[in-house]
């Protein structure tokens, strides 16, 4: 059984740095064309892709966001990181961690966590 | 960059419908397409993977077509759980979502 938490601050202040992290359990990031991604909505909006890393370290980020985000893995923990830096208020949204599986026609997101409500206010 | 548009926005509709919703991609994302369903405070639920590729466990009254840049989702009859918002989203390229299809009921 697949399953994702993330966890991480509830509140940041404007120009602070976010870090989430994904723990998850039931696969292993070492599996070939395993990945993990992040996902975040705001509230009453639409799903925004941001990131994800997959089995052997390669990294996609979105071109829109690229810029203030970083992902990393700890496979011996079953951990992913997403750091996101100079946050401000429209980034308010729940993040979500999802499993990318393997397989030719994998690029969609298998399981989701739960997901996390960042808000950013002063 | 990939941009999805769906249509339409909201869609009211009775238990029994038949209910279609489609996807625009900007250029061409072969097959590379999946549909989510989301319901309110949850997280998304995958319904459907390289453009009619049924997830397990999902009900057979939930089907995906299309290829290059347009694709629908069929739900060939509503029940009261399909009551949600549907996302299409693209991974030719990068990965983007539509900005969702929202089912009421009518």
């Known amino acids: 059984q697949i399953t994702l938490k993330e966890s991480g601050p509830t509140l940041v202040k404007p120009t602070q740095t976010l870090t989430l992290t994904c723990t998850f359990s039931?696969?292993?990031?070492?599996?070939?064309?395993?990945?993990v991604g992040w996902i975040r909505q705001p509230p009453g909006k639409a799903l925004e892709w941001l990131a994800l890393?997959?089995?052997?370290?390669?990294?996609r980020y979105n071109p829109s966001l690229k810029s203030r985000l970083t992902i990393t893995k700890d496979t011996s923990k079953n951990q992913v990181v997403l750091t996101m830096t100079n946050m401000d208020p429209v980034d308010t949204a729940t993040y979500y961690c999802?499993?990318?599986?393997?397989?030719?026609?994998?690029?969609?997101?298998?399981?989701w966590g739960q997901g996390t409500l960042v808000t950013v206010s002063s | 960059d990939i941009q999805m548009t769906q249509s339409p926005s909201t869609l009211s509709a009775s238990i029994g419908d038949r209910v279609t919703i489609t996807c625009r991609a900007s250029?061409?994302?072969?097959?590379?397409l999946a549909w989510y369903q989301q319901k309110p405070g949850k997280a998304p639920k995958l319904l459907i993977y390289?453009?009619?590729r049924l997830e397990s466990g999902v009900p057979s009254r939930f089907s995906g077509s299309g290829s290059g840049t347009e694709f629908t989702l069929t739900i060939s009859s509503l029940q009261p759980d399909d009551f949600a918002t549907y996302y299409c989203?693209?991974?030719?390229?990068?990965?983007?979502f539509g900005q969702g299809t929202k089912v009421e009921i009518k």
């Open positions: 989203q693209q991974y030719n390229s990068y990965r983007t």
């Open positions: 250029q061409s994302i072969s097959s590379w």
């Open positions: 890393i997959y089995w052997d370290d390669d990294k």
């Open positions: 039931g696969f292993s990031l070492s599996t070939s064309g395993v990945g």
């Open positions: 999802a499993h990318r599986p393997s397989g030719d026609n994998s690029g969609h997101f298998q399981y």
């Open positions: 390289k453009a009619s």
